[in-house]
């Protein structure tokens, strides 16, 4: 069992920063892949980022172009996202997913889920 519980979030102008932070509890954590998911209004929830156990590997939705960065400390169990220019399009419930063994891009592969923490870029 893993419990997963998001921070970071707010309310922020286009163009800046936003670091969000996952931590994590059960001793299991270090071995799954993580990831993070949005949902903005009357969208479906979307992949954002995923890093494997181990930190080595990550993947990015293809329209992020480079903008936000996962990243994952095994020894805090904890996993967090920064998002860098922001845009009103990144407005979203943010979604912090633990899978199984593989690295997936897709909401199957995550079993466990945070309560989301909102971003909201203004214009």
């Known amino acids: 069992q893993v419990q997963l519980v998001e921070s970071g979030g707010g309310l922020v102008q286009a163009g800046g920063s936003v670091r969000l932070s996952c931590a994590a509890s059960?001793?299991?954590?270090?071995?799954?892949?993580m990831a993070w998911f949005r949902q903005a209004p009357e969208k479906e929830r979307e992949f954002v980022a995923a890093?494997?156990?181990?930190?080595?590997?990550?993947k990015y939705a293809d329209s992020l172009n480079g903008r936000f960065f996962i990243s994952r400390d095994n020894a805090k169990s904890t996993v967090a996202l920064q998002m860098n220019g922001l845009k009103p399009e990144d407005t979203a419930v943010y979604y912090c997913a633990a899978g199984s063994t593989v690295l997936a891009v897709t909401r199957g592969g995550y079993v466990y889920w945070g309560q989301g923490t909102q971003v909201t870029v203004s214009s």
């Open positions: 890093i494997s156990w181990s930190g080595g590997t990550t």
């Open positions: 059960g001793r299991t954590f270090s071995s799954r892949p």
